[in-house]
Structure formats: structure tokens, C-alpha cells
């Protein structure tokens, strides 16, 4: 991958093996030295549209090699922790939100004793990337407390105060200017039969995700929840009637 100098051939070909390595398991560890070193040359000089997928390839590497992935986490830790933290543009904020989305998936592969070390300051830096004006950073900051709260169940608790209101948020969103009126319009869209089907948009998508988070933050967290249970929960109630199947899913 690192030796070919066509970006395209290295973008194809780093995806493609991050494809392979989420399902390959232990057969995977004959080859995982290897691995590491190309997909973090990648990560620390590949083409910016390669960065991400390397990213996301060493999240893949993480959960199916387990414990022999031990002697790369200190160093693939700081270097996701230090794209985790970038600022700029789309570009770079697409390679923040695959280092959020990664650094859980490495999370749950090494387990929540080797990586307690980093949770305030990974989940403080995902926490920051929701404060930025980006739809994908948010995401992916739902889908790490998603995740992380499932690694640290009770110890997670901790951050609800700041991630139940975010997820209100989220829930609350406008979605009436997607389709072209004001919220204090009458779109006369009572019916699902008005909407295209399957149709979604960048709102929805959020709120999707964000109500995905909330089943894994009430299972994981379980009785620390409880006083944010009836707020979020009346939106969710007013989600099954969204116009987005997927939406409509993850709030049941």
C-alpha cells in the first residue's frame, strides 16, 4: 500500500483491507505486524482521503486481532488521540470523526482496564467535537458513548450530565427546512405517504444515531439514567412518527 504512489490504488486498496480485516479474527495476527506498520504510515503521511480509512483499518486490525493488539495501543492511542483533537477543514474534520468512532472500537478490543487511562480525556475530546458545527462529529460522538458506555457500564455514568442534554438536543433538531418551509409553516405532510420512501437527511441521520445511543446508555448506566428518562423519552415517543424508516427503528 505505502509503496504504490497512485492515491486511488492506495485508497481502494486500504479499504478494501479494512473490509477483510473486520471479519478475518485470529487469522489475522501472521500478518498484523506488518499491518500496523503500513496502516500507520499511512495514518502519519498517507493522501488526505487515505488517512481516514487507515484510521478505520486500524480499528478493524484492533477488534479482530484482541489481546496480541497489545503492544501497538499505546502508540495507536496517542496518534488517535491527536487526530481526535484536529481542527480545520471538512477534510480534516472527516479524519476527527473516524479517529471518535475508532478510538471506542480500540476500547473494546483492549478492554476497560487498559484503557481507563484515557477515558476522561478521550471522551472530554469527543465531547469538544460536539460543540463543533459538524453533523458527522456529533454522530460519531453518539456512537462513542455508545460504545464506551458499554465497555465501562456504571464507571461511564459519570458523563451523562453533559451527554443527556446533547442527545435532547439532537432529538429536538428542526427538520423543516429540508424541505423548503419555515417551522411555523404548515407543510400539510401529515401522511408517510407524502415523503419519498427511505428518504433521510442530515437531521434525521442524527437523530438516529443518537437514539441508537440512548438504548445502550440506559442498558449500560441502568438507575443513573433515570432522571433523564422522561425527557428523552417523550422525543423519542414523537420520533415513531418520523418519516424516516431508520429513525423510526432506532427509537422503538
Known sequence: ???DSNPTIVKYATNAL???LESMGDASLAYLPQLMERLV????SGPTEVKPIALSAIGSAA???GEAFAPYFNEVVARIKHAMALTGDDDTLALRGVATDTISTVAEAAGRDAFRPHLDECTQLAMQGMEIDSATLRESAFCYVGVMSRVFEGEFAKYLSY???QILQTLRMDESSA???DSGEDPEMEDDDDMPLGFNTAISDEKEVAADAVGQLFASTTTAFLPYVEEITAE???LLDHFSD????AAT
Open 41 to 44: 504510515a499511512l495514518l502519519e
Open 163 to 165: 451527554i443527556a442534554p
Open 246 to 249: 431508520t429513525a423510526r427503528k
Open 236 to 238: 423519542l415517543i414523537k
Open 18 to 20: 479494512d473490509c477483510i
Open 63 to 65: 477488534h479482530s486481532s
Open 1 to 3: 500500500m505505502t509503496s
Open 179 to 181: 424541505f423548503g418551509y
